[in-house]
């Protein structure tokens, strides 16, 4: 969301941009179209949304504009952003040993009979084994794909690797598409140097969490890249979390590409987002020793992630008794802030109603009534919700408004006792 409106006030924008979100299933394009927060840019035509089959490669379909993206239409250069993907694709696996290749064939079981076979919860059973089988003479029909194995098993004493065959194929799709010209720029669970394959993270492990993912060999990646005329950036140091690595197409061969090089250098090398995660993992042991003016620069750091926002919001409250007036407004500022940077896409936690709720206790309450009346407007009516809202107009005199809500609350639930209360406070003496 954010790159939508940093490019309106960049040197671009006078250069008509079209961003293009894929996926593979149609229910989801038909929520993000309909979605209240892109529906502005969608009928601006800066938005539209394509499914896409990353093993297939098929043409991409715009289902706004209804043009095909094709490499006779592309005018400028595409440039490719793809976040935790290339880890859920197909990957081949293989080993070496003694300088001999061998391809892993997998066997996936558990260990009881399985009624459903689409129950999602197979996941967390499933027992992964695999037999080793020689691999000579030219595995894949690509060369370059066999150059890059070869290279392997040359290098590598003795290691087990995962060839990330549908992230190649996807780049060798978009490079196609693009005539060429091209930026990816790619994050996902992964390594790109033998190091890391040497110290057992090219094992074909699956990771479980809901679905299941694979890291991914962006030291490969990037030896098909260059193979097509690319270049490649990868971080220097060790990824914990999250590789990014870009891959530039279209460019001289001697460098170029400054500006595109100098922003990865401040963006991934300099300070990232795996580094913020690490980073985040300690700090988030220790927020309750940490003064409102630590946590929002924290917050800024974050980029106004609302999921950091919910894990500090209790120590925010703490301190509401203490904070001036000052403070109040940069934490005012702060939750409009997280709110901009946030798109709801239906999660069990209420963004919106926990902000509110904090505008509530500063005695923000015309900008409290406006969050919470996005809460209500995400996930319906609820009594607590209700009851803030009454709360709200209560604290801006607006009485008739904050019987309403304080009505609604009841409604909703008979036995809330603070809304009995506020109701006969609101009331007229003797009314009923």
Same mark, same amino acid.
């Given at each position: ?57 098929? *043409? ?28 859920? %694709? ?10 001999? %290749? ?87 669970? $992964? ?17 479980? @969490? ?8 962006? &030291? ?10 690319? &270049? ?15 891959? +530039? ?22 300070? #990232? ?40 919001? @209790? ?15 940069? +934490? ?11 798109? !709801? ?13 904090? %505008? ?9 009534? *406006?969050?919470? &009346? ?9 009594? #607590? ?9 209560? $604290?801006?005199? &607006? ?28 009331? !007229?003496?003797?009314?009923?």
């Amino acid at each position: 969301m954010g790159g939508l409106y940093a490019e309106r006030d960049s040197a671009l924008k006078g250069i008509p941009v079209r961003y293009v979100m894929t996926d593979l299933a149609e229910r989801n394009l038909e929520y993000w179209r309909a979605h209240p927060r892109l529906r502005p840019l969608v009928e601006e035509g800066s938005l539209d949304f394509a499914l896409f089959d990353a093993e297939r490669g098929r *043409e991409l379909t715009p289902v706004v504009s209804g043009e095909p993206l094709s490499a006779g239409a592309m005018r400028n250069p595409l440039m490719v952003v793809s976040n935790y993907f290339f880890d859920s %694709l197909p990957q081949d696996a293989f080993a070496v040993a003694e300088g001999r %290749l061998s391809e892993m064939l997998v066997t996936v079981s558990t260990p009881r009979r399985e009624p459903d076979p689409e129950d999602p919860d197979i996941l967390s059973r499933v027992e992964v084994a695999y037999d080793h089988a020689p691999a000579d003479g030219d595995y894949y029909e690509d060369p370059a794909w066999n150059r890059i194995l070869e290279d392997y098993s040359r290098r590598l004493p003795s290691a087990a690797f995962l060839f990330p065959v549908a992230a190649l194929k996807c780049v060798e799709y978009f490079h196609a598409l693009s005539g060429g010209r091209m930026l990816l720029l790619s994050g996902d669970r $992964g390594y790109c140097d033998d190091e890391a394959i040497l110290r057992g993270e090219g094992t074909p492990t699956p990771a479980v @969490h809901g679905s299941f993912s694979m890291m991914v060999d962006y &030291q490969a990646v990037g030896e098909y890249c260059r193979h097509l005329g690319g &270049q490649v950036l990868h971080p220097a140091h060790r990824a914990e979390s999250l590789n990014v690595s870009a891959f +530039l197409f279209g460019g001289p061969a001697d460098g170029g590409f400054v500006e595109t090089r100098q922003a990865y250098e401040e963006a991934v090398e300099k300070f #990232g987002p795996d580094d913020f995660f690490t980073l985040k993992e300690g700090v988030a042991g220790v927020y309750d020793s940490l003064s409102p003016g630590q946590l929002l620069a924290f917050l800024r750091l974050s980029g106004w992630d609302h999921r950091r926002f919910l894990e500090c919001l @209790h120590v925010f409250k703490r301190h509401l008794p203490e904070l001036d007036e000052t403070r109040k407004r940069e +934490l005012g500022r702060a939750v409009r802030s997280v709110w901009d940077a946030y798109l !709801p896409i239906g999660e069990e936690e209420d963004l919106a109603f926990h902000l509110g709720t904090l %505008l509530l206790e500063m005695e923000s309450y015309a900008e409290a009534l *406006e969050f919470l &009346q996005h809460s209500e407007d995400l996930y319906g009516p609820e009594p #607590g919700t209700a009851y803030n809202m009454a709360v709200c107009c209560h $604290g801006l005199r &607006q009485t008739a408004k904050a019987l309403e809500h304080v009505n609604r609350a009841l409604e909703l639930d008979a036995d809330f006792d603070a809304a009995r209360a506020l109701r006969i406070k609101l009331r !007229p003496s003797g009314g009923r």
